[in-house]
């Protein structure tokens, strides 16, 4: 007898250079300074462009926003949930903009993540950017890229158990995830997954990551 799957709404996104790390930066007290960062590079206008796709296909859902519960990288469990969404919103990040769209809609926002692990990825990250010599720095990354990826892999353990623990009967789940996570895949054991997808060309892509 087949499982009855609950629905689950996944997008995948894109992060702006410079987003990595930001809500563990609140975190470690370095708000002022990454706020300040936000509002310089907030004119990407490939990111914005894949926000308003987003957008775009989210409302052509037409989705009961009452009873829907949003799930988003980066967001840690911590009771100031808003908060942190309503500054980065503030800095003009379209992500967080977007998100709290949803909420005055009366979507409901969840804690996501675990501050231990976002703390762990953000310590990680500054020791990357902060070797100077290309020896170190080659050494450096390549350790980053083996940590990072276990990290990854235990950021998206945490966030499956937070979603399938907090869910209320009834609710529809919509999971905004970085596109190195894999988080999805881990979620067709418990979910219907459906996934609202913005393709920007590579050339856009390229203006993101600056390749």
């Known amino acids: 007898m087949m499982k009855d799957l609950r629905r689950l709404i996944y997008v995948p996104i894109l992060h702006a250079r410079g987003d990595s790390g930001r809500t563990a930066s609140i975190l470690h007290g370095n708000a002022k300074n990454d706020i300040k960062r936000g509002r310089i590079n907030k004119g990407l206008s490939a990111v914005d462009e894949m926000w308003e796709g987003i957008a775009t296909k989210m409302e052509e859902l037409n989705l009961p926003w009452n009873q829907t ?4 990288d980066g967001v840690p469990v911590c009771g100031n949930e808003l908060e942190i969404v309503s500054r980065f919103a503030e800095s003009g990040s379209p992500n967080f903009l977007f998100i709290l769209d949803l909420i005055k809609k009366r979507a409901k926002l969840e804690g996501t993540e675990s501050i231990d692990l ?19 720095r080659k050494k450096t990354i390549a350790e980053y890229q083996v940590k990072s990826r276990e990290l990854l892999t235990l950021r998206d353990e945490f966030i499956l158990k937070r979603i399938t623990s907090t869910l209320q009967k009834g609710e529809l789940p919509i999971v905004f995830m ?13 979910f219907l997954v459906s996934y609202v997808i913005y393709r920007l060309p590579f050339r856009s892509i390229g203006t993101i990551y600056n390749i």
């Open 118 to 136: 976002l703390i762990r990825e953000y310590d990680l990250l500054n020791k990357l950017l902060m070797k100077n010599s290309d020896k170190d």
């Open 178 to 190: 970085g596109i190195m996570h894999r988080l999805d895949k881990m979620l067709e054991t418990n």
């Open 69 to 72: 519960r949003v799930y988003q």
